[in-house]
């Protein structure tokens, strides 16, 4: 405490020494996952000279959930040629790709994202991502990002056909250990800096109420660093039990976290201390249907590989022998993010997706990695799994008997659908019949939450009546507005790559004009961060 109220007084007099660094940077990027790299390399393209990342995480767990994902990007194209232009050596190596997808126009695009979040997501970010989409590909593509067809995650194989789940069909080449380890290949290309272990703790404000640097804890203890212009890019606070607690409830505070440990809501509290408004919905989160043996937090040897999305083709229970779920309602990209939170509700957290071998055949790959329990009878099956046998007989029986109509296609929402039960199965809703029978036990797991703080077009931070924050800017998951309780399958990393790209243009004119206008003077800071 006296060494940090020296370094107060002694910083507030303007007479800093050894705790503030003596060079200013341009733009300071907190974070360093998908969002705030974009941004970086966007700052230095538009001719930010010295560009900072602050990594919390050390350099070996760097690139925060972003190296735990799948790598898929979800964009708005309108043909088959769109896909050659990001991925202009797959038109030779994989041709069948091309014309095997469907286009996934504009307009689909945001009436998906209005339906996932039944209208309440904001109109101007919604248009913003949808149009600008495509086009930030393709300036992820030249910075040097590889994409290829997301098979694996996006598209079924039924008679050796491959069937996609509309507008999400590319991913980066190597899945998110890819994209990550490509970004910070462009970034170091470009000079940007980076520095581990180095968590921002606090912002600093200059005489004029303009942020101008960061307090950052590093392994050679707390110093004050001036900036420009400062990106906030470090994510949610899904890491943060305390606040799992206080924002989403008390049952989420012992949840399996499927990313990183680091994303516990610091760039949230440090805008909000500056007067930021919270945005978005706070007491939403992104939790999808996981393998019941996957770790408590995420561990970079697993990455992404425990999620269990093959549900539509099955069925799914709870220890009461009960469905709960219309495992049909839609494409699994638009329903698996709030599936999560769904099992976490069920007896035990805990639910049984079972497939005959016919919905076997159409498992994604993931699957894999975990051991079902097999019968060759349902009965027997059930029998294994130590749930209410009797009433899950009976729902199964009820669920193989209801009566039908259409035609399974699992390359469209094909409304083979049940008559008469409680709840639906709206599509593919194939009797469970061919032997064998399988059953992997999941529950819910925590990708990230919702809730963050108001941006504008050009990625400033608001406060009350949408005032920009000067020399504050956000991307990413920090920021909220565009998922209400739920979410589609690949939109998250193309709207870090969106709203960071643009965050980090307008941070760099903005630190630009701000160097003509006055040098740099830190005679007041904000508060330091009383904990960590
Ligand atoms: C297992 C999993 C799979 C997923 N798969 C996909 C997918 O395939 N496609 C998709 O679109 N989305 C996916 N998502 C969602 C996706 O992770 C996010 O949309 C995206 O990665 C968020 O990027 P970001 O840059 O905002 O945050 P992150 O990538 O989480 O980066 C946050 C960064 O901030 C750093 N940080 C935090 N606090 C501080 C601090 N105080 N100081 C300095 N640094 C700090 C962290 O260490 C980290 O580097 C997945 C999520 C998970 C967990």
Redesign the pocket.
């Known amino acids: 405490v006296a060494l940090l109220e020296q370094t107060w007084n002694c910083v507030t007099k303007g007479v800093c020494g050894s705790f503030m660094e003596a060079a200013s940077y341009d733009v300071i990027i ?7 790299m974009a941004a970086a390399v966007s700052a230095r393209e538009k001719g930010a000279s010295r560009v900072l990342v ?4 050390p350099a070996h767990l ?13 964009f708005a194209f309108e043909c088959a040629d769109n896909l050659g232009q990001l991925m202009p050596e797959a038109e030779h190596t994989a041709p069948a790709f091309f014309s095997s997808v469907p286009p996934y126009p504009p307009s689909q695009f945001y009436r998906d994202l209005m339906w996932a979040s039944h209208g309440a997501i904001d109109h101007d970010m919604a248009i913003t991502l949808v149009t600008e989409s495509f086009e930030t590909l393709l300036w992820m593509r030249r910075q040097g990002i590889a994409l290829e067809p997301a098979r694996s995650i996006g598209a079924v194989r039924y008679h050796g056909k491959l069937h996609w789940s509309p507008g999400a069909v590319l ?1 980066t080449r190597n ?2 250990m890819g994209l990550s380890d490509l970004w910070f290949q462009i970034a170091a290309n470009r000079e940007v800096e980076i520095r581990y272990s ?4 606090s912002l600093a404000r200059d005489e004029c109420g303009r942020v101008a640097g960061l307090w950052v804890k590093d392994p050679d203890g707390r110093k004050l660093l001036p900036a420009k212009a400062v990106v906030l ?3 949610g606070f899904e890491a943060n039990a305390d606040w799992r607690r206080s924002y989403l409830g008390p049952e989420w505070e012992n949840a399996k976290i ?3 440990a ?3 809501g ?2 949230l509290r440090m805008a909000f201390a500056l007067d930021a408004i919270a945005y978005g919905q706070f007491s939403g989160c ?1 939790c999808t249907p996981i393998d019941t043996n996957a770790p408590a937090l ?1 561990d970079l040897s697993q ?2 590989q425990s ?1 269990r999305l093959s549900y539509p083709h099955g069925v799914m229970l709870n220890r009461a022998g009960q469905r709960f779920f219309d495992e049909g309602e839609n494409f699994q990209f638009y329903t698996y993010a709030r599936l999560g939170a769904l099992i976490l509700q069920q007896p035990g957290g805990i639910a049984f997706q079972i497939f005959d071998a016919q919905g076997a055949s159409l498992l994604e790959p993931r699957y894999r990695t975990a051991a079902p329990i097999v019968d060759d009878s349902l009965p027997g099956l059930i029998h294994r799994l130590g749930i209410d046998r009797r009433t899950a007989i009976a729902t199964l029986e009820a669920y193989n008997n209801a009566p039908r109509s259409g035609t399974f296609d699992p390359s469209m929402l094909d409304g083979f659908s049940l008559r008469g039960i409680s709840p639906p199965k709206s599509n593919w809703a194939r009797q469970l019949t061919a032997p064998p029978f399988y059953a992997y036990a999941t529950t819910g797991g925590l ?2 939450t919702f809730g963050g703080v108001k941006i504008n077009k050009d990625g400033q931070v608001l406060t009350l009546h949408d005032k920009p924050i000067p020399g504050l800017f956000a ?4 920021v909220g507005g565009l998922f209400y309780n739920n979410y589609l ?8 790559a969106v709203f ?1 790209r643009a965050a980090g243009a307008s941070a760099a004119s903005y630190a630009r004009l701000r160097n003509a206008a006055t040098p740099l003077r830190l005679s007041c800071v904000g508060p330091i961060a009383s904990s960590q």
């Open positions: 907190v974070g360093a996952g998908n969002a705030a602050l990594e919390k995480a760097r690139g925060g959930n972003t190296r735990f994902t799948g790598g898929l990007f979800r991913r899945a998110g180095a968590a921002a703790l890019g470090c994510g499927r990313g990183t680091f994303n516990t610091d760039g992104h995420g990455t992404d999620n990708s990230f991307c990413g998951e920090i399958g690949g939109s998250g990393l193309t709207a870090g960071g």
